[in-house]
């Protein structure tokens, strides 16, 4: 049996308490709606046009109020990372009178436009 003897044993340990919190630091970076993680994404509608994009909202079933928010926020994430704006114009809202957006199975779509200046 090898033992680890001074300055290794403290890499040791300091490693391992720097896996321990990056583990911790993904789940707390994670975004919550109404208290709900949802994993949504964004693409862009077509190559030829990336101001036009397409959010989806997976299990709806976790609380409608929650996805509309996701929804929301992911397309203006979606507009500021690839434009550097944060305004949207929708097509398909998640800032539509509740029950507008109907889901398609367990799954809202939006889709929208980054509006450029």
């Given amino acids: ?57 997976p299990r709806v079933n976790r609380g409608y109020d929650g996805a509309l928010a996701a929804g929301a926020y992911e397309g203006k994430r979606y507009c500021v990372q690839n434009f550097g704006t944060s305004e949207v114009e929708w097509y398909i809202s998640p800032l539509a009178p509740r029950g507008t957006v109907q889901p398609n199975g367990n799954k809202l779509t939006f889709t929208g436009k980054c509006v450029l200046w």
Avoid at 19 to 36: H, K, L, S, Y
Wanted: charged content about 20%; hydrophobic content about 45%.
């Fill in 1 to 57: 049996m090898t033992t680890i003897k001074g300055g290794a044993q403290a890499l040791v340990l300091v490693l391992m308490a720097g896996a321990m919190v990056a583990g911790c630091a993904r789940t707390t970076e994670r975004i919550t709606f109404n208290g709900v993680f949802y994993k949504q994404k964004s693409k862009a509608a077509s190559r030829d046009n990336r101001e036009r994009f397409v959010v989806t909202v």
